[in-house]
């Protein structure tokens, strides 16, 4: 007996040992002893916060790609350039009076076989009973690429720029996903630094509407998982107290981007100025290959322990903490994990796993929602009055209240609440501006705005969301599948304009309806809120249970 004791007591020991050294994760690292929130975090997510505000320029195609008020050309008038002056005394003469910015129909010319001239152009050489369309266009402007590119009155054509951009950030996400989960976070952000750059100086030497639309499309394709990166990036870098305010911080500095844009569109008014203005401050960013260590989460997760040792011992030195040599060795020496499923096989592993399964099918539906909302008002924004420029920085400045607010209720009310409020919130806006009289123009802009920033405290909180129901191993290329398909909602919301032809109301009508319907469709996901972020499947499986 005297000789078992002390065994069983040893025993005991190392059993408790190697429980604790079980439980010893990054998040119990950072929570006690290198710090949730540091000055280690704090660099990198200033830093982060660059190429986070520079994704904000690809919606450059609202003032690129812009309407310009136009009619038709009227060479019996002596018209013979699309930059002859828009509004001439005799221009009622030829063309019919509309409310619109647009014109596409003139007067068939009289029979008389008489000419005027660009200062006398009298009315008896038109027919008002009969008019035509035409194909030649005067416009009120020269800074869009509807003047270059002499797009008048193919409104479906111009559009197409904003189309065709976002469904370039749904082609980028799985080629960034996959270069981040296997590559690096760090290899994903710079190689999306490059191509949103060089595309986009070469988009500005565009010498027809071909070359472009080509060009918008390869820009978002290599280059639109900048903010994926990014976040990415600076969520796996804090610990669980501080997630939510970085996750918030970095849609704002996304939303102080698109302020940015605004600004310079304002005051460069060229399109092609603004591109490179825009555009070539990108490339400076390309230094962070030198300025940047790689996440530390994603080398733990790939076993690359050496790199991960020095990360480490950075974050400690930098934050003025320590990190144990118990800590560490369990961190870089983790326990073998009997997984049911291969990690390797994303696909084979989500199909194995039907509450997963289930989260896969349910996320893409709220981000379809939530992109083609946040897009369609910003993008509708510009036709709330004639203050362009000032209607987008007000709509797109209003997100960032939207984002923080997230801070305050996403730990307080939980993560589900906050997305049901949201959804909820901007759907009551959108009906209650299709209520509102036009006269009342100060109020119908203020409800819009109220539209918006329930839109953005949905935004800010998806991310975040969606990044806690998956793992560690998946969870780039699940967040990624997710905006992926979302990317459904901003290819279509470009095309809303287009929707009041039929009635003024529609597009802010379906914006309604969807926000209610997602709103209800989080109420079928588990709560998150105080949960540890999963890194097995295992452990995403295991929340709300």
Not at 23 to 46: A, H, P, T, W
Not at 435 to 441: D, M, N
């Amino acid at each position: 007996m005297t000789i078992s004791i002390p065994k069983m007591c040893e025993a005991k020991d190392l059993e408790a040992e190697e429980t604790v050294e079980r439980s010893v994760d990054l998040d119990f690292v950072l929570v006690n002893e290198l710090g949730q929130f540091g000055r280690f975090q704090i660099k990198y997510i200033c830093l982060i916060a660059l190429p986070m505000m520079s994704s904000g320029f690809f919606g450059d195609y609202v003032f690129t790609a812009t309407a310009l008020p136009h009619r038709c050309r009227i060479p019996e008038c002596g018209e013979s350039n699309k930059s002859d002056v828009f509004g001439p005394d005799w221009i009622t003469n030829a063309i019919p009076r509309t409310d619109a910015g647009a014109s596409c129909e003139r007067y068939a010319p009289a029979q008389s076989g008489d000419n005027g001239s660009l200062l006398h152009c009298p009315i008896d050489l038109f027919d008002h009973l009969i008019t035509q369309k035409c194909d030649e266009f005067v416009y009120d402007g020269v800074t869009s690429v509807v003047y270059d590119f002499d797009l008048g009155c193919k409104e479906w054509l111009r559009t197409l720029a904003g189309t065709l951009s976002n469904l370039g950030t749904l082609l980028v996400l799985p080629l960034v996903g996959y270069i981040s989960d296997h590559f690096g976070r760090r290899m994903a952000l710079l190689f999306s630094v490059f191509n949103t750059a060089l595309i986009g100086v070469f988009k500005a030497f565009s010498v027809n509407y071909t070359m472009f639309l080509v060009l918008q499309l390869l820009q978002t394709s290599l280059g639109a998982g900048l903010a994926s990166s990014a976040y990415i990036f600076s969520t796996e870098l804090v610990g669980p107290k501080y997630r939510v305010l970085t996750s918030a911080t970095s849609s704002a500095t996304f939303a102080c981007g698109e302020v940015v844009l605004g600004v310079v569109a304002w005051l460069v008014r060229p399109w092609r100025s603004l591109l490179l203005t825009l555009y070539i401050p990108v490339f400076l960013l390309l230094s962070y290959h030198w300025i940047l260590s790689e996440s530390v989460r994603w080398l733990l997760a790939k076993k690359k322990y050496a790199e991960a040792r020095q990360v480490l011992e950075n974050v400690a030195k930098t934050n003025k903490t320590n990190i144990s040599a118990k800590s560490m060795n369990a961190l870089l020496n983790p326990p073998t994990r009997n997984l049911k499923t291969d990690p390797r096989n994303l696909i084979e592993s989500f199909f194995k796993s039907k509450i997963l399964l289930r989260r896969v099918c349910t996320t893409p539906v709220w981000w379809i929602t939530t992109t083609f909302v946040y897009y369609g008002l910003s993008i509708n924004s510009t036709s709330l009055s004639k203050t362009v420029y000032l209607n987008y920085i007000l709509t797109v400045a209003i997100e960032i209240p939207g984002f923080y607010t997230a801070v305050l209720t996403l730990d307080r009310f939980g993560r589900k609440m906050t997305l049901c409020s949201g959804f909820f919130f901007s759907a009551a806006c959108n009906l209650a501006f299709v209520i509102i009289p036009a006269e009342l123009t100060v109020l119908r802009l203020v409800v819009y705005l109220a539209g918006k920033f329930g839109i953005s405290l949905v935004f800010t909180s998806l991310y975040l969301y969606t990044s806690e129901l998956y793992p560690t191993e998946f969870r780039h290329s699940l967040l990624g599948f997710s905006s992926m398909v979302g990317r459904i909602g901003s290819i279509c919301a470009p095309l809303t304009p287009l929707l009041t032809n039929y009635w003024l109301g529609l597009p802010n009508t379906v914006f309604a309806i969807l926000g209610l319907m997602s709103g209800l469709l989080v109420l079928t996901q588990p709560e998150t809120f105080g949960k540890k972020l999963p890194d097995t499947l295992e452990e995403a499986e295991m929340i709300g249970k």
